[in-house]
């Protein structure tokens, strides 16, 4: 009998909210590497908000997830059989593996990771595609300048951790949104913000008020709805929105702008974005992702589910926003 | 007794539509300029949507239209009396002199004009602040390139006329979107767009999909509502809406953009603009397009109101789509 892994793949599309039944664990045998190829062994796979968008069959800037097939996913891992002379056995990478324990590659878009400074699992997170994230929507996109005031909803999360980080570094006011408590004490005990408004006690529009006395000079928008025409009400002329997502609408919900008349008005320049779309920026925006981390001056947490089996459950949280921080699926004991 | 004119101002602030019991006409004294100002007569008054934005007493990107002054407006006129040397008796001249018949400047933000090629009216129409308006958002927020689909709302307009004219010279397919057969014939066979798709008749999305084989590249949107939805469901990747009105709501209604889903997973960059803030470009801009009008490759209408009286009802039509092309008053007999 061959050696054996798991993986994980798109059982059925949610209609509405994903449910564990979407999902489906399945074992299979370890492939043999051809001539040029990798073996990897996955240690952590990223769970992340896009995955739910994939998950439709809709049009939209990829290609839908397809049914039956290993749900799409960035990982780290070693490499632990090489036909490639790139490769080592040993070496550690960052690649687009999936929900799986194992994975095969040609070596392209597999990159080599130095762990020297930077924990492995931190290229998923702070120094990888969500870090980039936020790092190109607030030096690209929003152009946040010493003095301004920026809001970013998903405070607590991967990216939006970083949003707010790096705008206090640059000198901004830096207020997030998020749900509950103990998430809005760690974005400003923890990571720095000015404030951090709890958009499931109070009045939104009255917190916000508060949080931002200067009105509001850019957004770094990863939930849309109420917040967002919340945070719209208070842009100042010239005001700058990164447009990374609209979470409070993937599971089929309004997706709607109501207050879009602040966007005439206030002469707004909004832009939706996809990092990877963007890779001539990746080394530039990673190189001073990692100094920062390298040098704790870039803080992050981390919310890891045990094993590849509790995946769905975790990214099921994921999309309610019961995670803190970067989520991650640990694939090795 | 001392020689007098008419102007109308602002009675009351409307509570959703316009009505003509909102404005007030004057009769007033000529009045003695001083030093260093001059007496204009005025041949032409502009009427434009955004005064319908000015007569709310709401946070925008200019202060409200002050109750019982002047309404706020564009004019073409002649010196008839000067004690500035910059400008003689019978100059023609283009400033803000507002809703009246006659005006006091001291030169500020008042241009001579030359009618030797292009007609007084023009200088309120293609080659003025309509025009810039559509030559700012189409070459810098648009960037309309050869082979490219751009759609624009209340094309017959003043405004959306110059946007599908000047796309056409650049190689673009263009698409309007206007109320009513004769708007739509206009646009068609005179002003040379490829298709304009009449919104009060048949289903929106079905002609505009007709119209648009190959999708939406770029959109300048003055109306919001609908038609702006229906064109968002068929942007392309990385499309550019330049975002200079949302006529539809300017009555209190919704101005929400229920397709924002779009604006993300297609990358789209969306910019609010007034052209007013953009005086650096005007120079440029009203040259080009005083060369296209003077060689007859850029063409326009204008309905006109008989005299100042009926400039309330002129300007209540002009909000409903009333008017063909750009809508005037003529102020001199």
């Known amino acids: 009998m061959n050696a054996q892994y798991q993986r994980i793949v798109l059982a059925s599309r949610p209609s509405g909210e994903v449910t564990p039944e979407n999902f489906r664990l399945e ?7 051809a001539d040029g190829q990798v073996l990897i062994r996955n240690h952590f796979l990223s769970l992340d908000p896009y995955m739910r968008v994939r998950m439709d069959d809709v049009k939209n ?7 039956n097939e290993t749900m799409i996913g960035g990982t780290v891992g070693e490499i632990v059989a090489s036909n490639n002379p790139q490769f080592q056995i040993g070496d550690k990478v960052i690649g687009m593996m999936g929900w799986a324990e194992m994975g095969v590659s040609d070596g392209t878009l597999l990159r080599k990771l130095d762990t020297t400074h930077i924990p492995l699992s931190a290229y998923l997170g702070a120094v990888g595609m969500p ?3 936020a790092w190109y929507g607030l030096t690209q996109i929003m152009q946040a300048k010493e003095g301004e005031t920026i809001v970013v909803s998903a405070a607590s999360g991967a990216v939006g951790s970083v949003v707010g980080q790096l705008a206090k570094l640059r000198g901004c006011r830096a207020v997030g949104i998020a749900g509950g408590a103990e998430k809005c004490a760690y974005v400003v005990n923890e990571l720095g913000f000015d404030a951090c408004i709890d958009y499931k006690v109070g009045n ?7 949080a931002t006395p200067n009105g509001i000079d850019a957004i770094f928008e990863n939930v849309g709805g109420a917040s967002f025409d919340a945070c719209l009400a208070r842009v100042n002329p010239f005001a700058r929105i990164a447009l990374c997502g609209m979470i409070a609408g993937y599971d089929g919900g309004d997706m709607s702008i109501h207050n879009a008349r602040m966007l005439l008005s206030m002469r707004v320049t909004l832009r939706g974005f996809i990092i990877s779309e963007h890779l001539d920026l990746w080394p530039q925006g990673l190189r001073e992702l990692g100094i920062l981390v390298a040098q704790n001056k870039l803080k992050f947490r981390e919310s890891i589910a045990p094993n590849l089996a509790a995946a769905p459950e975790a990214f099921i949280g994921l999309l309610k926003g019961k995670n803190l921080g970067k989520q991650l699926v640990r694939l090795i004991p």
Chains 1, 2 share one sequence.
Request: aromatic share 4%.
């Open 27 to 33: 074992t299979v045998p370890v492939p043999t590497i």
């Open 61 to 67: 800037y990829a290609a839908p997830q397809a049914l």
């Open 131 to 133: 870090g980039m994230t």
């Open 204 to 210: 939104l529009e009255d917190q916000l008020a508060a």
